[in-house]
C-alpha cells in the first residue's frame, strides 16, 4: 500500500474494512481523480467571486443543447422502482436495524450531513452496512434486542457518502487527506457491491452538494472507473443527485445527462438549498434576504419554482423526482405534539404527490406510515409517477432567483431560535451525534448551516429586526449567545467542555468577516 497511512486509532473489527485491498481500491480512486477534485473545488470558488462581485446565476448557454436535444436516462434499477416513501438517517447500529425494518422502501444511509464524522462512526458505519447485508448485525440496549426482518420486508440501501468538499484526515495518501466522498464510496462499493448485487439489487448512492455538471462528471468517471477495477458491469451503479445548492438548479437537466447511464433521479434537498441560496448571495443586500428561517416555506414563489423545475425536468428524462425531508418528529409521550407534526408532514406529502413528487422522506420510522398512506393515495397500483411529464410547468431563470417575493419577517425570536438551534447541534455533532432531535425537529447540519449564515448575512447587511427595531449587529448577537447559553446550562446533562467547543466554533462561522464556506469544515479541524 504505497503511501497509505491511517492516523485514526484502531479500533475492534476495523480491520476487516480496511484491508490491503480496499485500501488501495480506495487510493487508485484519489490518485486517478484527486487532482480533478481540487480543479473543480477551486472553480466555485470563481464562480462565488463573480457572484459576490455582481453577477447572476442563469441557465448556462453553452449546454443548451443537452436541455433541447430527445434523451433518458437509463430504466429504474432493481430496488428502486418504487420510492414512495425513504428514510434517512446516520450509520449507526441500532437506525441501521431500525431503518431497514422501517416499511420504508428506501433508507438513505448517511455518511454526511446526519452524521458527525469520527473516525469510530465514519468506520463502523461501513462494517454496520456490511453487517446488515450479512444479516450478522444485532443490537440490544436497555433490555431491547433488535434485529432484521426478512430480506424481503427491508428497504434497499442507498449510501450518501459525503460531499467534494470534505476530506478524511484520519487516511493519508502520500502525506495528504483523502477525499472524503472517494473514502464513503470507495470503501462500502468495495465491500458491498457484490453483496447487494448478489440480493438481487445493486451499490445505489445519494450524491451532495455539487454545485455543477462538471462535478457529475467526475462522479460519473469515478463510477466507470470503479466498476471497472471490480469487474461490475457499467451501469449497475446507480446514483440519486441532491439539488441542494443554488448553481445546480440551474443546471438539472446537464447533470440528469452527465449521469444518465448511472442515474437514479433527483431530490429536492431544500434545507441545504436554503443555505446555497444564502450564502451565494449573501452580499447582496435585500434582493436575495431571506426572513427567518421557520417563515420559509416551500410555497414561497422561488421555492415553488425550484421544486416545480425539478419534477418536470425528473420527468422529461424518466428520471425519479423525489421530495424533501419531513424534519418534524413526532412524540410518543406529548398527544398534541405528535398531532400537529403529524398534520404538518401530511400536509408536506400531500403538497408533494400532488406536484408528480415519485416519493420523498421522512427522518423517523413513524412517519413512515403516513408518508406512505399519503403516496399510496396518489399512486395507487403504479410504482411512481414518471408518466406524469408536467408539461405545464414552464420555470425561468428570474423564477428561481425571486427570493425577494417571500413573505415573512426577521423577528428576536427568529434570531434567538437560530443561535439556540446551532449551539445545541454544534454541541451534539463535536460530540459525535450528527442528527438531533431539537425542539421537535430533527436537525442536521444542513439546518445548522441556515441558522449562523442567515446570522452572518443578518449583520452585513444591515438588518433591523421586525418586532423590537433593534439593529443586528455582532454585540446583539454576542449578548443572545450569553443568554441562549445560561438557559441551555440550566437543563439536565449539560457538557461544559462540548458547549465550550460549540460556543467558539459558533462565533466563529456566525461573526467572523470572513464567512467561511461550510462550518463543517473548521468543525472537523476540531475533531481528534
Known amino acids: 500500500m504505497d503511501g497509505v497511512e491511517i492516523t485514526g486509532t484502531p479500533q475492534d473489527r476495523f480491520d476487516e474494512i480496511l484491508t490491503p485491498e480496499a485500501l488501495t481500491f480506495v487510493a487508485t480512486l484519489q490518485r486517478e481523480f484527486g487532482a480533478r477534485r481540487l480543479e473543480l473545488l477551486q472553480a466555485r470558488q470563481v464562480r462565488q467571486a463573480e457572484l459576490s462581485a455582481g453577477g447572476v446565476l442563469g441557465f448556462l448557454p453553452e449546454t443548451e443543447h443537452v436541455r433541447t436535444s430527445e ?121 458491498c457491491a457484490a453483496r447487494q448485487i448478489a440480493k438481487g439489487k445493486g451499490p445505489y448512492f445519494y450524491l451532495p452538494k455539487m454545485e455543477s455538471h462538471l462535478e457529475a462528471r467526475l462522479w460519473n468517471d469515478v463510477f466507470v472507473r470503479a466498476q471497472d477495477l471490480l469487474g461490475i458491469p457499467q451501469g449497475t451503479i446507480r446514483a440519486t443527485v441532491l439539488i441542494e445548492t443554488y448553481p445546480a438548479a440551474f443546471e438539472m437537466e446537464e447533470i440528469l445527462y452527465e ?51 425539478l419534477v418536470r425536468t425528473c420527468h422529461k428524462r424518466g428520471a425519479h423526482a423525489i421530495g424533501g425531508m419531513a424534519a418534524f418528529i413526532p412524540s410518543r409521550r406529548d398527544p398534541e405534539v405528535n398531532k400537529i407534526a403529524l398534520e404538518k408532514v401530511r400536509a408536506d406529502k400531500t403538497r408533494e404527490s400532488g406536484d408528480g413528487f415519485d416519493g420523498s422522506w421522512v427522518a423517523h420510522p413513524d412517519l413512515v406510515p403516513i408518508c406512505r398512506e399519503v403516496f399510496d393515495g396518489v399512486l395507487g397500483g403504479k410504482p411512481n409517477q414518471l408518466d406524469r411529464l408536467r408539461e405545464d410547468v414552464s420555470v425561468s431563470a428570474a423564477d428561481l432567483l425571486a427570493v425577494s417575493e417571500t413573505p415573512g419577517d426577521i423577528t428576536e425570536a427568529g434570531l434567538r431560535n437560530n443561535v439556540d438551534v446551532a449551539l445545541r447541534y454544534l454541541a451534539a455533532w463535536m460530540g459525535g451525534l450528527g442528527a438531533v432531535a431539537i425542539h421537535n425537529l430533527m436537525e442536521d447540519a444542513a439546518t445548522a448551516e441556515i441558522s449562523r449564515s442567515q446570522i ?39 457538557d461544559e467542555a462540548l458547549y465550550s467547543q460549540a460556543t467558539s466554533l459558533f462565533k466563529e462561522v456566525a461573526l467572523d468577516d470572513d464567512f467561511a464556506e461550510f462550518l463543517t469544515l473548521p468543525a472537523y479541524a476540531r475533531m481528534p
Not at 434545507?271 to 441560496?277: G, K, T
Not at 428561517?293 to 421544486?307: D, I
Not at 438588518?463 to 448577537?477: F, H, N, P, S, Y
Request: glycine share 8%.
Open 259 to 309: 449521469l444518465r447511464e448511472h442515474s437514479a433521479g433527483l431530490n429536492a434537498g431544500r434545507w441545504d438549498y436554503l443555505f446555497s441560496v444564502i450564502k451565494k448571495f449573501r452580499t447582496r443586500g435585500k434582493e436575495f434576504l431571506l426572513p427567518e428561517r421557520n417563515a420559509v416555506t416551500m410555497t414561497a414563489p422561488f421555492m415553488r419554482a425550484y421544486t416545480e423545475l
Open 71 to 191: 434523451w433518458k436516462v437509463a430504466a429504474p434499477a432493481p430496488g428502486l422502482v418504487d420510492r414512495r416513501v425513504e428514510i434517512t438517517g446516520p450509520v449507526d447500529r441500532k437506525m441501521t436495524i431500525n431503518a431497514l425494518n422501517s416499511g420504508a422502501k428506501v433508507w438513505l444511509a448517511d455518511f454526511e450531513d446526519a452524521n458527525s464524522p469520527t473516525w469510530e462512526n465514519t468506520i463502523s458505519g461501513q462494517l454496520n452496512l456490511r453487517d446488515a447485508l450479512d444479516r450478522t448485525i444485532d443490537f440490544e440496549t436497555g433490555g431491547k434486542s433488535y434485529a432484521l426482518k426478512p430480506d424481503e420486508e427491508l428497504a434497499t440501501v442507498v449510501v450518501r457518502p459525503r460531499g467534494w468538499h470534505l476530506e478524511e484526515k484520519h487516511l493519508l495518501l502520500d502525506g495528504a487527506p483523502v477525499s472524503g466522498s472517494l473514502v464513503d464510496f470507495g470503501l462500502y462499493f468495495f465491500h
Open 456 to 494: 452572518w448575512q443578518w449583520i452585513h447587511n444591515g438588518i433591523e429586526l421586525a418586532d423590537t427595531g433593534a439593529a443586528v449587529t455582532k454585540e446583539l448577537v454576542e449578548q443572545i449567545i450569553d443568554e441562549e447559553l445560561a438557559k441551555i446550562k440550566a437543563e439536565p446533562g449539560y
